[in-house]
Every structure is written in C-alpha cells, then in structure tokens.
C-alpha cells in the first residue's frame, strides 16, 4: 500500500485568507470571557504578536491586523471540502482530524502518471481551493500523517523506517491513544526522538501503562495493521466561505467565489459529472441573505463557464449591505461521458457556444428577460405557440397532420396570382375558434414556387382567396 498524507498547518487561519487574493495580516481569537490570541499568521507574528496575548492587547499592539474569532465548525466543513476535492483521485481516504486527509492510492499511481504527478495534481487541486497543503507520502498511514506534520520528506522504499525512527517524540501523540502523561513520562526519561522509545524494553513500558505507546510504533513501522474507515463521498456539494472583511465589490466577491467553485468542479470531476444550476448565498453583515441561482444550459463543470455565468450574475446585481459570507450548495450532478472528436468539425461546441450565449444573456438580463417560442395546444396557427422562458417546459401542443414553418409572417400576404405554385402537401384543414370569436375556415398546403423555395399558403373556404403566410427553410 501507499498513502498521501495532505496537511493544513495553517488551516484554522487559511478558512479565512483563502477567500482573498491580498489577505491583511490576520490573527484569530478564542471566545473566552477575555479572548485571548490563538493563532496568527507569519505577518501577524512579525508585528508582535503571539499566541496567549488579550485581544486588548493585541489590537493596540497591531491595528492593523484583521482578527477574527476562530470558527472550528467552519475548519471541519473546509476539511471535508478538501476530502471531497480529493475524491477524484482515488475512493480510498480518510479524515485525520483536525487538519489532515490521508489517502491510499497504490491503485491511482499508473492512471495519473505516477507518484509525483500525483502529488503535483493533488496540490494543484487545493491550490485552485485557496489552501496550503503539506504532503508526505509513506507505506503506512501513521507514517505519512507523522511525516507530513514535521515537514519530513523520507524515501518511500527502503530506508523509510529509519526516517521514521529520527522523528521527534511528539508526534507519537498524533493519531494515536498515547496520552499526554505518557508523553510526560518519556520526556522525563530524556527521550528525544522515536529511536529512543523503540529501544526501550518493551516489557517495561507496557509495566509503565505505554502499551498504546508499542501499539503506535508498530502501527506506523507498518508491523501491525492499522485498518481506517474510508469517507463515503457526499452526494450534496456544500461549501461556506467567510471574508476576512466585508465588502460590497464584485471582484474580490468573484474571487472568494472562484474557490467554492473549484471545490464544486473537484466534486464533480470524482463523479464524471456537471451540473446544470447551483444555488449562492451571500452573507450580509446584518445576517440578512441574498439568494442567487446560476443556471447553465446544459450540465458543466468547466469552471471558467460556471464563472463567466457567475460573474454575468452578480454583475447585474445591486447589493443591499456588505457581504461577509458565502455559500455554495449543488445537487443533482448529471452523467457527461467523454466526448469522442467528430470527423467533420465540432458540432458540439458550435450548440455549447450558442448555449452559453443564452446563458449569460439569462444571468445578466434574468431568467424571464431571454424568451424561445414554445408550441401550445391550439390549432390555429397564429396562437399555436406562446413566447416562454427559456428552459421553462414546453407543455402540450396540438398535432399537425402536414409540416408547418418555425416562423409565420407577421400578418397574411394576399396572392394575387397561384398558377405559377406546385402545391405539394396539403391540404390541412383547420375550421375552428367558433367558441372565442376568432373562427376561421382553410385549407392550408405547401406549396413550391419556380425558384424552388417552399411556402406554407392556405385558401379561405368562405371567400375562395389565397394567402402566403410562412416559408420553409
């Protein structure tokens, strides 16, 4: 087996900064009755401050950094963002909370080029999310998780262990049952580093209650099997972003927004899927929220279109206070199989193009301002079709028994002269609307002119005159 070890060192601070191309300098605060700094970024430390300081003290220490209260709930959803992004690569990971995914992918090497293409892909992934990861990879996962946390690169065939063993000693707390008196203990005997636990008589540590100790170092050294749980993927895309400010701009809107949908292509790739509308929620600072749906004509996950699509949407939008939130759900992703390439050109992209042209007129205009002819049930051709919304359903329509043109003529042109007209369909005879005061009585045909183009022509039965009232294509 082979395992990847995915770290966040910063992740309790990087849920924040990610959502920004040019974060301020950001500190985070417990909710203490007197708060108290609990992690600062590099530009944070290098202006004073540090772990354990007031929050008092802290601002008047550095105005300028942007402190937030630490939100643990929203550091599990990013993980699991992560976890979900990640699927696409192999089905077998799990959650090492609070900050790390571990994955197997023994059986992903050859589809993805190998090892180290896997670890670039990996990271470029969670880069498009906005995340620094620390990757580590070792033939146990206890071992990649421990490499990964101390930033060790160790050889993955031969000689693992020995890295393994020049690990320090805390890390034995990592994903493990040793307690922290244990640690004490081994600290107290001057123990260092994991090749001086592993010396020890093994009988007298389980004597000293440090079996979980054994068990750790047997389970790491691969010695001893070390079974996971793997994370069932979530059928649902969820992701929430908070802003390190709150802001009323489109662009850095955009850019928060463009690593929700990163997350939702990853998503989508581990699924071979797209999707074909996805909901947004814009936080305001007043808790009020403004909801937003981008639809696509038809299910992608490409996501320069889902972003031109978000862009011509929020662009068009006038908001009521700043947003310092957002949320991105989708369900309902849709099977796209792969796309074999065409003889004679690319006829699917030239409809994807028109496609997309009507989606971006529907997010910058709104859905009811781009309209389609939509048949509807009555015989009579004027009133056989209704202007709808595009991709609203169609609904019921009336059965012809000959063909009849897309477009009609705004109003009958009266034919002075038909001798020169083949008329070959026909005819379709429509007597009705007795009922609402709009009757009529023809005979409809289709009818071929000299220079061969096609009309749709109809005679009135009760005054024998005739009337060109569409073409053909």
């Not at 059986?107 to 620390?134: P, Q």
């Not at 063909?403 to 038909?418: D, F, G, K, Q, T």
Request: charged share 20%; with cysteine.
């Amino acid at each position: 087996m082979l395992w990847i070890a995915l770290h966040l060192p910063e992740l309790c601070l990087q849920v924040f900064t990610r959502a920004t191309a040019e974060a301020a300098p950001c500190a985070l605060f417990d909710d203490a009755r007197r708060p108290c700094i609990v992690a600062a970024d590099t530009r944070a430390r290098a202006l004073g401050l540090h772990p354990g300081e007031t929050l008092a003290a802290a601002r008047a220490i550095a105005p300028g950094v942007v402190f937030r209260a630490r939100e643990v709930a929203l550091e599990q959803a990013t993980l699991d963002e992560v976890a979900a992004a990640c699927s696409r690569f192999t089905p077998s990971l799990t959650l090492a909370a609070p900050d790390t995914v571990l994955l197997e992918v023994s059986t992903s090497l050859r589809l993805f080029g190998g090892r180290e293409a896997l670890v670039r892909a990996l990271g470029d992934t969670l880069a498009d999310l906005g995340l620094v990861i620390r990757s580590a990879v070792a033939p146990t996962p206890l071992a990649a998780h421990w490499f990964a946390l101390s930033a060790t690169t160790a050889p993955v065939g031969p000689g693992w262990q020995d890295a393994l063993d020049a690990l320090p000693l805390g890390v034995l707390g990592i994903g493990t049952d040793v307690s922290a008196a244990t640690l004490e203990l081994l600290t107290e005997l001057g123990l260092q580093r994991l090749a001086q636990v592993r010396r020890l008589p093994r009988e007298g540590l389980a004597r000293r209650q440090a079996r979980a100790v054994l068990d750790a170092l047997s389970r790491a050294r691969g010695e001893a099997p070390d079974p996971r749980r793997w994370r069932e993927p979530p059928a649902r895309f969820a992701s929430t972003l908070a802003l390190p400010v709150a802001t009323t701009n489109t662009e850095p809107l955009l850019f928060a927004m463009s690593r929700l949908v990163a997350g939702l292509v990853a998503w989508l790739a581990a699924r071979h899927a797209g999707i074909d509308r996805f909901a947004l929620e814009l936080v305001h600072e007043d808790h009020s929220v403004t909801s937003l749906v981008i639809i696509s004509g038809e299910p992608s996950r490409e996501i320069s279109r889902l972003m031109l699509l978000a862009r011509e949407r929020l662009s068009a939008l006038t908001l009521p206070a700043p947003v310092e939130g957002l949320h991105l759900a989708a369900d309902a992703p849709v099977l796209r199989p792969g796309r074999t390439p065409d003889l004679f050109g690319d006829p699917a992209g030239i409809r994807e193009n028109a496609v997309l042209l009507l989606d971006r007129l529907r997010a910058r205009l709104g859905p009811q301002a781009v309209r389609r002819i939509a048949p509807w049930p009555d015989h009579r051709p004027e009133r056989a079709s209704r202007m709808l919304p595009v991709g609203a359903p169609a609904g019921e329509h009336a059965t012809t028994s000959t063909p009849r043109p897309a477009w009609l003529l705004e109003r009958p042109h009266a034919l002075a002269v038909i001798d020169q007209l083949e008329l070959v369909a026909g005819p379709e005879r429509i007597e009705t609307g007795w009922w609402d005061g709009a009757d009529m009585a023809r005979d409809y045909y289709v009818a071929r002119t000299p220079d061969a183009a096609l009309w749709w022509v109809f005679r009135e039965r009760n005054q024998g005159s005739w009337y060109l009232h569409g073409h053909f294509g």
